[in-house]
Structure formats: structure tokens, C-alpha cells
């Protein structure tokens, strides 16, 4: 392609919507341009990385033996209702854009493709003897996010390759979510990226296991927790550790003391001169279940410790059949106004103790008339501990479990691991933190979406079971930008070569001079024709603005026909490394093919 006849504006200032190199990048290269919120239009250049990727992911995922097709994005809302997610991802989550048609037919725009896919296999799989299955799509994606930001990131609309596989057992499932890794592991390291495997929460259906890959990189949304060797690396939202050892209590006898002004573990520590790890610290949640049922729930936990509130999250909808809802929609820390809902009268906030009565609920047909009582393990060790005393201004010390205190009665790991606790597998090992971007996540569904929907198969004994599945996504535009994320310098891209939009980026420096621009032209078309895809810059531009806006875009490669065209030679700039050499003009497309080779299979 040549620059002069191409859509090629680049801007020499950072725009001010972006935050993070690789969207600051993008957006001054003239890859990506913002068209509304989370929506971005995919230039020319942009599109052939776009490409690149999914070439790499589907050879990928074909090389498993799934096969590629294509889903409707727009997902009538009663198969989402059998599922009984169409509350959740319209209502509690919000994170579906839903609309009507001209019948009054509710419609949703695709987030993901559950649904639609067990709606398949259910018309479509009759006996064992069909399966494994496994179907991909690579396909733009409708989500209506709370916080769209940092470019092709978040965005509201984006690019993810999404596959579904059927099994008859649990073994076969293991069996492709194997095959997966392998192949994610392949496409991420063909693609250039540095990333990492780590285990994900896999929600409310637990059990079975989930894992995502991450691009490690500052600007990451998520938070990844690992050990130096290497044997495990988890997402906060799922990571597990030993705490610090709880100190010994200070005090010996049970009694009630007056601390004023100690709402929080800090200033009661302060006052009582003990260690936050001999208080049990309580916690109010309100929990909404799908059927408008509020539940409060009462979580207790060492005072050192924080909650992690995914974990919390997926306790609470096992609870949900036991208030006949199916699941949970929204999880608060209750405000004064939300207190006024439900609490008979005021509540000691700050200085609740784990046996608050339930009385303080009032008596109304939407909200359970009982906490829930949820304890961290590590509270339940402790001995002579400091609690509230359901009373403001007081507490209590030197209590214990069974004696001053019932046990709550689910026994539970709720507690966040964090940077330099140590490691659950090996006591030795401390928990490092570094920050991910999430490209990839495989997951073992189960029978969740074929029990709810109705899919089954017959197997060799003639009996109905319901389909074993599997879901594995990778978001496409998401990795693109990341892997800029992950490589650039103060002058601009730095692309992999595998996804570069082009290999090898001509300059001419000054086009009037009609040798340089033959010796181009004729380069140009060689090397085009040697499969190496190369960019003509043939704009009547200073040389200086030429050189920037190669290294702008991140070409890998650039050739200069300037003064040793007399020597028969041209200048080759290697982008990453900026090394430069001249080479003899027959040379040039060889020694090209081969280091594009070399970057790409290596
Ligand atoms: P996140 O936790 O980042 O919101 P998710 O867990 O909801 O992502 P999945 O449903 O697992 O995402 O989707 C599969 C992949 O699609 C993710 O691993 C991620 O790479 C990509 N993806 C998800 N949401 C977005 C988005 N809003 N913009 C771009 N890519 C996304
Ligand atoms: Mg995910």
C-alpha cells in the first residue's frame, strides 16, 4: 500500500481522551478512532492487525479440531430467560443492551453466546455418538459497561472470539479445556505477548475451574497474585494464602469495656494497645436475590483481613434456593437509607458484635427475618478476642466461640489474599502482586446452561443426560492493544511482528529524487510479491516527518533509498532495536523474508 493513497493521519500531540500508552498510541497512529463512548471505529491499519490475530486464534483453535461459524447478535430474550439470566444481564448487572422490536418482542444485542448455543446443541445433539463438539465464532461483542475506558480495553462494543464445547463426561470436558490451554498458550506466544496462566473465579458454579491469561502489564485492570516459583499464580478475586499468625491475646478475662470513638479496627487497637489480628471485625451486607428477596447478612472476619467480596458473592447465590430465588442480583454495604428499609431500630455501626439479634430486622415479607451468619476460617481461631458490643462506644474483650458467642454457622474462606501473605501451597513462598490484563479465560461449565435449557444426549445405555460444556474466550481487540501495552518506546508502536499491519515500511526521503523513488518502487513490488507486505511512503513530506511516523505506527522494519543508493545499497532499520545496516539492493528482499520468517515461527 502506499501512504500518498492511503487514509494515513497521524497526530503529533496526545489526545486528550486517553490515559494509557497503548490508547494514547493507537489513537495518534491513526489506528482507532473514538466514535461514542466504549465505541471505536477500526481504521485501515487497525483492521489488518484485528486480522492478523484472529488468523493466529483461529489456526489455533482449528488445530483442536473446533470448527468456525457464526451466531446472530441478536438474541431473542426467551432462550435468555430459560437460562434465567435475562434479570441478571439486563436488570442487576445491566450489562446487556436490550431492546424491542416492532412486535414487542424483547431483544438482546450478544454479550456472549450461552444461550444461543444450548438453544444448538438441544436441537441438534440426539446421542453420545456426536460428541465432542466444540464451535467457535470470532464476532463483535455488545457490552453495555459500567466504566468503558483506556481505548479498545473496555469497550462497549468489541471484537472476542468465543467457543462452546459439548461433551458426554467430565473426562472429555478435562480433555478440551487441556487442549485449550495448550492452544491459548500457543496463540499468546505466537502473538508476541509476555503472559501468564493464572486461576480465575469461576463463580457460583465453582467446582470444575476456570483460568485466565494475562498480558502482564502497569496499566491492567486486574490484579494477579503469584509465587516466585512458579507454581501458582492466581486473580485476587480467587486467590487463597495463609494469613500472618494471629498474636496472643492480651487479655484473659471477658468483660465489657468503654471505647469511645472506635468505629474503626485502627482507632480501637490504638485505645485497647492490642494487635488487629485479636479482634474479629463485623461486617453488614444487604444481599438482593433475583426475586426481590433482601437478605442481611453478617460476615465476621479478623480485624487484620479484609473481605473479598467475589468470594462473599459466590457463598451467597448457593444460598439462593434457600429463598427460593435463583439467583443474586446486587451486593451493598447498607447506607442510612437503605437501613431505613428494613432495620427496626438503629443499629450500633462500628461496634457490632457476631450475635447482633435478628430483631433488629423489621418484620416485612420482602426481607428474611434472620442474618445470615458467615465466618472467615481465620477467625475461628482465635481465642480471648475483641468483638463489638452492640452498643456504641463499647466492646468486648477476652471472648471466645461457644462460650460469650455462638459460631456462626457457615464456616467459610472469605477472606482476600494480598501481597505478602504466604502461600497456601508452600509456607515459604510469599505472595508477589503483579497487574494483568485479562485477553483470555477458559472455563469448565458443567451442566449449568444444558440442565436449565434442556439439552441433553442419549448415551450408549439409552438413558437422557444432560450435555457437559465448556467455554473458552479471547478478546481479539483487546489483545491487539495490549500487545502495544506491552511494547513501545518514547517514539512510538513497537508491533510483534506476527501482527504488525505491515512487515516492512519503505521511505523514500525525498520524492523528486527520481532514482530513489525508482529503486522504491521497484523494491516495493518485490517484496510484495515475496509475501512480505510492505508500505510505500511516497508523500511529498520532509524526510524528518517520514522517519517519525514510521516509528509511530511501529512498522518493524524500514527501508531508507537514500545517499548509498549510490553504492547500490539502502539503510534497513530494525524498529525495535533502531540497529541500522546498509545492504545491497538484490539483497533486500531476501534478508527481509527471512527475518520476517524467523519473527514469526520463532
Ligand atoms: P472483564 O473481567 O475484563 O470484564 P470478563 O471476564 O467479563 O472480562 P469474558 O466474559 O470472560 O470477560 O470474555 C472473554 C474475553 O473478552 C475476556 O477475557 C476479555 O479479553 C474480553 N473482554 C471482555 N470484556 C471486554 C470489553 N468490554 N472490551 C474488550 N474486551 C473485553
Ligand atoms: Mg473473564
Same mark, same amino acid.
Request: charged share 30%; proline share 8%.
Given at each position: 500500500m502506499r501512504l500518498s493513497q492511503m487514509l494515513f493521519v497521524t497526530l503529533r500531540e496526545d489526545p486528550?481522551?486517553?490515559?494509557?500508552p497503548s490508547h494514547k498510541l493507537l489513537l495518534r497512529a491513526g489506528y482507532i478512532r473514538r466514535i461514542g463512548s466504549g465505541i471505536y471505529a477500526y481504521l485501515p491499519l487497525m483492521w489488518r492487525v484485528l486480522q492478523k490475530v484472529s488468523q493466529i486464534v483461529r489456526e489455533e483453535m482449528n488445530a483442536t479440531g473446533a470448527m468456525e461459524c457464526l451466531l446472530p447478535q441478536?438474541?431473542?430474550s426467551d432462550l435468555w430467560k430459560e437460562s434465567g439470566r435475562w434479570d441478571t444481564y439486563t436488570?442487576?448487572?445491566?450489562?446487556m443492551f436490550a431492546l424491542s422490536d416492532r412486535q414487542e418482542r424483547e431483544l438482546g444485542l450478544g454479550p456472549t453466546h450461552e444461550e444461543i448455543i444450548t438453544y444448538i446443541a438441544r436441537d441438534t445433539i440426539r446421542s453420545?455418538?456426536?460428541?465432542p463438539l466444540h464451535l467457535y465464532q470470532i464476532q463483535t461483542k455488545f457490552r453495555d459497561e459500567i466504566r468503558p475506558r483506556f481505548g479498545l480495553m473496555r469497550g462497549r462494543e468489541f471484537i472476542m472470539k468465543d467457543g462452546y464445547s459439548f461433551h458426554a463426561d467430565t473426562e472429555s470436558l478435562k480433555k478440551t479445556y487441556q487442549d485449550m490451554n495448550q492452544a491459548y498458550s500457543n496463540m499468546f506466544t505466537r502473538c508476541g505477548l509476555e503472559f501468564r496462566a493464572v486461576e480465575a473465579d469461576s463463580g457460583a458454579?465453582?467446582?470444575?475451574g476456570s483460568q485466565e491469561f494475562m498480558i502482564l502489564?502497569?496499566?491492567?485492570?486486574d490484579e494477579v497474585l503469584y509465587t516466585e516459583d512458579g507454581k501458582y499464580a492466581a486473580n485476587v478475586e480467587k486467590a487463597v494464602s495463609l494469613p500472618p499468625d494471629a498474636e496472643v491475646s492480651p487479655f484473659t478475662s471477658y468483660e465489657k469495656r468503654e471505647t469511645p470513638?472506635?468505629?474503626t479496627i485502627a482507632s480501637l487497637c490504638e485505645l485497647l494497645e492490642c494487635?488487629?489480628?485479636v479482634v474479629v471485625k463485623n461486617v453488614l451486607y444487604e444481599a438482593v436475590y433475583d426475586n426481590g428477596m433482601m437478605v442481611l447478612v453478617l460476615v465476621s472476619i479478623r480485624g487484620d483481613r479484609d473481605i473479598n467480596e467475589v468470594k462473599l458473592q459466590n457463598e451467597l447465590v448457593k444460598l439462593a434456593p434457600q429463598y %427460593?430465588?435463583? #439467583?443474586?442480583l446486587a451486593l451493598n454495604v447498607p447506607d442510612e437509607i437503605a437501613q431505613?428499609?428494613?432495620?427496626a431500630k438503629s443499629l450500633p455501626l462500628g461496634y457490632?458484635?457476631?450475635?447482633?439479634?435478628?430483631?433488629?430486622i423489621s418484620p416485612n415479607?420482602?426481607?428474611?427475618?434472620k442474618f445470615v451468619r458467615i465466618i472467615d476460617k481465620t477467625a475461628v481461631?482465635?481465642?480471648n478476642f475483641v468483638t463489638g458490643a452492640?452498643?456504641?462506644g463499647y466492646h468486648v474483650v477476652g471472648a471466645n466461640w461457644s462460650k460469650e458467642f455462638p459460631l456462626p454457622n457457615l464456616v467459610v474462606d472469605i477472606r482476600k489474599a494480598t501481597i505478602g501473605d504466604r502461600a497456601s %501451597?508452600?509456607? #515459604?513462598q510469599t505472595l508477589k502482586s503483579a497487574r494483568g490484563i485479562e485477553v483470555g479465560h477458559i472455563f469448565q461449565l458443567g451442566n449449568k446452561y444444558s440442565q436449565a435449557m434442556g439439552a441433553t444426549y442419549t448415551n450408549e445405555a439409552g438413558e437422557e443426560i444432560p450435555l457437559q460444556m465448556g467455554c473458552y474466550g479471547v478478546g481479539v481487540s483487546r489483545l491487539a492493544q495490549a500487545a502495544v501495552e506491552q511494547s513501545y518506546d518514547k517514539d512510538g508502536i513497537i508491533w510483534p511482528v506476527a501482527i504488525a499491519p505491515y512487515h516492512v515500511i519503505i521511505v523514500?526521503?525525498?520524492?523528486?529524487?527520481e532514482k530513489a523513488m525508482n529503486a522504491a518502487e521497484k523494491l516495493y513490488d518485490e517484496l510484495n510479491a515475496a509475501g512480505v507486505e510492505t508500505l510505500l511512503d511516497?508523500?511529498?513530506?520532509?524526510a524528518g516527518v517520514k522517519f517519525k511516523d514510521a516509528d509511530l505506527i511501529g512498522i518493524p522494519y524500514r527501508i531508507v533509498t537514500g545517499r548509498s543508493l549510490k553504492q547500490g545499497k539502502v539503510e534497513l532499520v530494525e524498529r525495535a532495536t533502531k540497529n541500522s545496516q546498509e545492504i545491497p539492493l538484490d539483497k533486500v528482499v531476501s534478508t527481509l523474508q527471512k527475518a520476517v520468517t524467523e519473527a514469526v515461527t520463532s
Open positions: 486528550a481522551e486517553a490515559e494509557i441478536l438474541q431473542p436488570k442487576a448487572e445491566g450489562i453420545y455418538r456426536q460428541l458454579i465453582g467446582g470444575s502489564a502497569e496499566a491492567g485492570e470513638n472506635t468505629p494487635s488487629p489480628t %427460593h430465588a435463583k #439467583t443474586l431505613k428499609k428494613w432495620a457490632i458484635a457476631p450475635d447482633l439479634a435478628d430483631d433488629y415479607k420482602e426481607v428474611a427475618p481461631e482465635l481465642k452492640n452498643e456504641i %501451597h508452600d509456607s #515459604t523514500v526521503p525525498n520524492i523528486s529524487d511516497d508523500r511529498s513530506e520532509r
